[in-house]
Nanobody, 128 residues
Framework: QVQLVESGGGSVQAGGSLRLSCAVSGYTDSKHYMGWFRQAPGKEREGVAVIDSDGRISYADSVKGRFTISQDNAKNTLYLQMNNLKPEDTAVYYC??????????????????????WGKGTLVTISS
């Protein structure tokens, strides 16, 4: 059974940094995408960043230059380093796995409904 567990959320002031982690277990296929999504209150879930098994990365325009996605395959862990945080980054952040990707990562960034497995999320709150 595939399980994803996020951690690292919290409350920081604008301009601060956080690093989110997502521990993945029960999945060993080498070809996949992993991604970070977020959902603010009253808004739809949106893609933040996607990384494929070859290390190719896509970011949402709103986080380019501030967020960095990475993965440690040995530890089966996905990371999201978030710098220069803004109040509009406040949301529940989810990690996800797409097991049989057919398109480029940027396509999956805009299609949260396509992803196969999800974590339960971690709350990030940015105060001004």
């Amino acid at each position: 059974q595939v399980q994803l567990v996020e951690s690292g959320g919290g409350s920081v002031q604008a301009g601060g940094s956080l690093r989110l982690s997502c521990a993945v277990s029960g999945y060993t296929d080498s070809k996949h995408y992993m991604g970070w999504f977020r959902q603010a209150p009253g808004k739809e879930r949106e893609g933040v960043a996607v990384i494929d098994s070859d290390g190719r990365i896509s970011y949402a325009d709103s986080v380019k230059g501030r967020f960095t996605i990475s993965q440690d395959n040995a530890k089966n862990t996905l990371y999201l380093q978030m710098n220069n945080l803004k109040p509009e980054d406040t949301a529940v952040y989810y990690c996800a796995v797409e097991t049989y990707p057919q398109y480029a990562g940027a396509w999956y960034l805009a299609a949260p409904y396509e992803w196969d497995y999800w974590g339960k999320g971690t709350l990030v709150t940015i105060s001004s």
